[in-house]
C-alpha cells in the first residue's frame, strides 16, 4: 500500500504567517503551495518552494478563486474564461518560482470553495481542467473521488489523482461537511491518525451521520491552517508507517 501525505501550505500573506511550513515539510512527502489568490505573496511562494525542494517534496499548485479576504472559502461566480485565464496565472506563477529554487510543480489541486464547486459543477470544472492542460496537460488534478473532475479531465486527456482528508467530516454522499457546520474539521489526534489508517488500508470513512463512505485514494491531505497542525500531520505519519503503508509522493 503506498499513500501521498499532503497539506497545504504557505498560506500566509506578508507579515502574516499561517503554519508552520518548515516543521509539516519535515513530514508530508506533497506540498500544495497557495498561489496569492486565497494566501500567499512571491516571498512566501519563493521560500516555501525552496524548503520543499530541499527536502525532497512534491510541489503542487493549490489554485484558487481571487478571494485573499475570505481565504478562498466564498463560492463565486466566476466566467469560464476569465477562472481559466486565473487558474493559468497562478499554475505558470508558482511553476515558475518552483523552477527558479530546482524543483518544478508536479500536480495543480485546487483549494477551498473552488475544489467543492468542481467537484459537482462541470462548467467550472471544466476551465480548471483547461488552464492545466493549456499549461501542462501531463500534470495530475488532485480531486475527491466520484466528482465530475475526473471525467471533465479524463475528456481534456489530463490525469486525475484521488484525494481522501483525515481531518474533514464526510457528508453520506462522500463530499466534505461545509466548514459552516459544527464539526467539519477534526482535531483529535487519535481520531484523524485512525481515519487515516482505515482510508489507505480500507478505502472507507464513516460520515458525520454514521453512513460508511468509500474514499479509496492515492493522497491523504491533514490540513496546515489548524494550530494542531503539525501534530496531527505526525501522528497520521506514523500511525501509517506503522501499519505498513509506504509513504511516497504520487508525482
Known amino acids: 500500500m503506498v499513500i501521498d501525505l499532503n497539506a497545504d501550505l504557505g498560506e500566509g500573506f506578508g507579515i502574516w504567517r499561517l503554519g508552520d511550513d518548515l516543521?509539516?515539510?519535515?513530514?508530508?512527502?506533497?506540498?500544495?503551495v497557495a498561489c496569492g489568490f486565497h494566501a500567499g505573496d512571491p516571498v512566501t511562494i519563493r521560500r516555501t518552494c525552496a524548503a520543499a525542494v530541499d527536502r525532497g517534496v512534491a510541489?503542487?499548485?493549490?489554485?484558487?478563486?481571487?478571494?485573499?479576504?475570505?481565504?478562498?472559502?466564498?463560492?463565486?461566480?466566476?466566467?469560464?474564461?476569465?477562472l481559466c485565464a486565473e487558474v493559468l496565472y497562478q499554475?505558470?506563477?508558482?511553476d515558475g518560482i518552483a523552477r527558479a529554487m530546482g524543483g518544478r510543480v508536479s500536480y495543480v489541486k485546487p483549494h477551498g470553495a473552488l475544489y467543492n464547486r468542481v467537484c459537482r459543477d462541470r462548467e467550472q470544472a471544466a476551465a480548471v481542467v483547461d488552464a492545466v492542460a493549456d499549461y501542462n496537460p501531463s500534470l495530475?488534478?488532485?480531486?475527491?473521488?466520484?466528482?465530475?473532475?475526473?471525467?471533465?479531465?479524463?475528456?481534456?486527456?489530463?490525469?486525475?489523482?484521488?484525494?481522501?482528508?483525515?481531518?474533514?467530516?464526510?457528508?453520506?454522499?462522500?463530499?466534505?461537511?461545509?466548514?459552516?457546520?459544527a464539526g467539519a474539521v477534526v482535531h483529535d489526534v487519535e481520531t484523524v491518525s485512525a481515519r487515516a489508517v482505515r482510508m489507505a488500508k480500507e478505502g472507507l470513512v464513516t460520515s458525520a451521520d454514521g453512513a460508511e463512505v468509500p474514499v479509496a485514494a492515492r493522497s491523504i491531505c491533514v490540513?496546515?491552517?489548524?494550530?494542531?497542525?503539525?501534530?496531527?500531520?505526525?501522528?497520521?505519519r506514523d500511525r501509517l508507517?506503522?501499519?505498513g503503508v509506504v509513504l511516497q509522493a504520487f508525482a
Do not use: C
Open 23 to 32: 516543521a509539516l515539510l519535515d513530514i508530508v512527502t506533497s506540498a500544495n
Open 59 to 82: 510541489i503542487g499548485a493549490q489554485v484558487s478563486y481571487r478571494d485573499l479576504a475570505g481565504f478562498g472559502r466564498r463560492e463565486m461566480d466566476v466566467e469560464p474564461e476569465e
Open 91 to 94: 499554475l505558470a506563477a508558482v
Open 140 to 181: 495530475p488534478v488532485l480531486t475527491l473521488p466520484g466528482s465530475v473532475v475526473h471525467e471533465v479531465a479524463a475528456a481534456a486527456g489530463v490525469p486525475t489523482v484521488r484525494e481522501a482528508f483525515a481531518d474533514r467530516a464526510y457528508t453520506a454522499a462522500g463530499t466534505l461537511v461545509s466548514r459552516r457546520a
Open 223 to 236: 490540513h496546515g491552517d489548524t494550530p494542531d497542525a503539525v501534530a496531527l500531520a505526525r501522528a497520521v
Open 241 to 243: 508507517l506503522e501499519a
